[in-house]
């Protein structure tokens, strides 16, 4: 029988197919709704702090808003919230319950500012405190790592970028991705058998950068999460600025490279670490980059850059499950970890 993290991980074409339908329209309107504000506060942790640092790119290409992610310890150890002056204030969080997280949307509605909550519970404590709640309709998720309601989060911010560019095309091409989703699943034999020559990998090092900086997180703390594996992420612009130092012979090295701005800086990067006789595992929609790999993970083409953190998590949540199995671990209960996390 399947795990519970597999069947989350092979719902999300339906997950995200029923999240575009019910939100598209009620996103257009809250974006219509909002008073000006000249910039945006993201309060969010783990998986969701991930979807944040993907909205640090999108809402700021797209948009054109300054985006900054807060720091709740300001606001719970401290007790010194900042002024919010001007600030849309957004909190993201799966449960809606961890109490830092709310305290910082509390803090903007005492401040007088716009809220808005991401959560897959519109009951939580994190939705009573905004004006604004966007629900990620993703069902109950069961096993301790998020899987489909990051990719949840990821679509929503995706859904307010288009929004924020006033431009339909971006809407239209948000459609592609349930279809992307179910693409890249199609690996999953694929992938589950090149995940063998892993299963002594207690160390690697994820890279990305530009919208897929946040995807070098969310799949190195996947790894982290499920296998143990101590799993550093890195933008390739950070990794140049001294970390790359580290790497030697065999080191394994996961580059999130798909065509689009950031692509040639990753292959320049690639090409440094193969005279470096590094252990390379590329996933990437260009046939250029996955030839430079030991360990090819090949992405759905087609989808446009802005798009490709929601298929290039795919592999990455299929290369962390299988991995999990290979070394004989519990996919669905990690070791020391509860499925809601109440910080303060």
């Known amino acids: 029988m399947s795990s519970l993290l597999e069947q989350e991980i092979l719902s999300q074409p339906e ?3 029923g999240l575009l339908d019910k939100e598209t329209r009620h996103i257009q309107q809250i974006v219509a709704q909002l008073p000006a ?9 783990g998986s969701s702090d991930h979807a944040a640092t993907y909205a640090n790119y999108a809402w700021e290409t797209m948009g054109r808003y300054p985006v900054a992610l807060a720091a709740p310890s300001v606001h719970t150890l401290y007790a010194a919230p900042p002024r919010m002056n001007n600030a849309l204030v957004v909190g993201i969080s ?6 830092d997280i709310v305290a910082v949307l509390e803090e903007g509605k005492r401040q007088g500012r716009p809220t808005i909550a991401i959560t897959n519970d519109s009951n939580s404590a994190l939705a009573m405190a905004a004006e604004h709640v966007v629900e990620l309709h993703a069902g109950q998720e069961k096993s301790v790592a998020a899987t489909k309601t990051y990719t949840a989060q990821l679509a929503i911010m995706m859904l307010f970028a288009a929004a924020w560019s006033g431009d339909q095309q ?3 091409e948000l459609q592609q991705v349930p279809e992307a989703i179910a693409k890249a699943l199609q690996n999953a034999p694929e992938i589950a058998q090149r995940t063998e020559r892993y299963r002594y990998m207690n ?6 950068r530009g919208y897929n900086y946040a995807t070098s997180f969310e799949l190195a703390l996947k790894l982290k999460e499920l296998t143990y594996v101590m799993a550093t992420a890195y933008s390739s612009a950070d990794f140049r600025h001294g970390p790359i130092a580290t790497v030697e012979e065999e080191l394994p090295t996961i580059l999130v490279m798909p065509g689009g701005a950031a692509y040639a800086d990753m292959v320049e990067l690639a090409q440094d670490l193969q005279k470096r006789q590094a252990e390379l595992l590329i996933i990437s929609d260009v046939q250029e980059a996955l030839k430079m790999a030991q360990t090819p993970f090949a992405m759905p083409a087609g ?9 290039a998590i795919i592999p990455g949540q299929l290369f962390g499950l299988h991995l999990t199995l290979t070394k004989r ?16």
């Not at 504000?37 to 942790?45: G, S, V």
């Not at 799966?94 to 109490?99: C, L």
């Not at 671990?329 to 303060?344: A, E, M, S």
């Open 170 to 172: 971006r809407l239209a």
């Open 329 to 344: 671990l519990q996919p669905d209960t990690p070791r020391g970890l509860n499925k809601i996390t109440l910080t303060r």
């Open 303 to 311: 989808i446009p850059e802005w798009l490709s953190p929601i298929t």
């Open 94 to 99: 799966q449960s809606g319950q961890s109490p």
């Open 15 to 17: 997950v995200i197919a």
């Open 203 to 208: 160390q690697c090092v994820v890279v990305g």
């Open 37 to 45: 504000f000249d910039y945006i506060l993201i309060a969010a942790r």
